[in-house]
């Protein structure tokens, strides 16, 4: 079964880039049809989209967050990263990968149900 895996700094300081990676095991990241996914939860809010890459290496990003995200792939490692460069403390919030096997149902703030795989989650704290 498909598995992920994230790993980040923790923390990081205001005005750095976060880059948070995604491991992939029991499948691959350029399997047809895939959204490999970032999305995140702030303290007291929802889940919200980041962006994703898919099979092909295709990206797109939350307009919210475009001018700042980068989300790219390591097909030998079978791995995607995620960078957010110019952070503040609004980007505190467990960061989580995940996989959608199809379109339906998007939204820039999907619930849990919405994917259908999910990481553990990697809290990054933005903080002097």
């Known amino acids: 079964q498909v598995q992920l895996q994230e790993s980040g700094p923790g923390l990081v300081k205001p005005s750095q880039t976060l880059s948070v990676t995604c491991t992939v095991s029991?499948?691959?990241?350029?399997?047809?049809?895939?959204?490999w996914s970032w999305i995140r939860q702030s303290p007291g809010k929802g889940l919200e989209y980041v962006g994703h890459?898919?099979?092909?290496?295709?990206?797109y990003y939350n307009p919210s967050l475009k001018s700042r995200a980068s989300i790219f792939r390591d097909t030998s490692k079978n791995q995607f990263t995620l960078q957010l460069s110019s952070v503040t403390p609004e980007d505190t919030a467990v960061y989580y990968c995940?996989?959608?096997?199809?379109?339906?149902?998007?939204?820039?703030?999907?619930?849990?149900?919405?994917?259908?795989?999910w990481g553990q989650g990697t809290q990054v704290t933005v903080s002097s």
């Open positions: 995940a996989n959608k096997r199809d379109s339906r149902g998007w939204t820039l703030q999907p619930s849990w149900y919405a994917y259908d795989y």
């Open positions: 029991g499948g691959s990241i350029t399997t047809n049809g895939y959204y």
């Open positions: 890459i898919t099979s092909s290496g295709s990206t």
